[in-house]
């Protein structure tokens, strides 16, 4: 298992940009996808964006293609969620998590890990 802490989030309004951050620790995560799923309230957990391991290859939420941006540092442990053009209904707590392998992951139910305690984004119209 890999710790997971998320950061970054706050209180924006819309059109305005964020950038998350998730610090892994317990092991090292290069080797696994890494992926962004938010929760609004109310509302299951959703997929927000992957990046395979060992590839630049990324898939992203049809509502947030074009906006958002994974990446990641395999060095620092780290993936990144570059989030612009917000929009009232990105309002959510975001949470990272890695995949059981390579293969990017978008399924909730396929993360590798227990979820951590998120970071809230809250955008004003």
């Known amino acids: 298992q890999v710790r997971l802490v998320e950061s970054g989030g706050g209180y924006v309004q819309t059109g305005g940009s964020l950038r998350l951050s998730c610090t892994a620790s317990?092991?090292?995560?290069?080797?696994?996808?890494v992926g962004w799923f938010r929760q609004a309230p109310g509302k299951e957990r959703e997929f927000v964006a992957t990046?395979?391991?060992?590839?630049?290859?990324?898939f992203y939420a049809d509502s947030v293609k074009g906006r958002f941006t994974i990446s990641r540092d395999n060095a620092k442990n780290t993936v990144y969620l570059q989030m612009n053009s917000l929009k009232p209904e990105d309002t959510a707590t975001y949470y990272c998590?890695?995949?059981?392998?390579?293969?990017?992951?978008?399924?909730?139910?396929?993360?590798?890990?227990?979820w951590g305690q998120g970071t809230q984004v809250i955008v004003s119209s």
């Open positions: 998590n890695t995949g059981r392998a390579a293969a990017p992951v978008r399924d909730t139910n396929a993360v590798g890990n227990s």
């Open positions: 317990g092991r090292t995560f290069s080797t696994y996808a």
């Open positions: 990046m395979a391991g060992y590839s630049l290859t990324r």
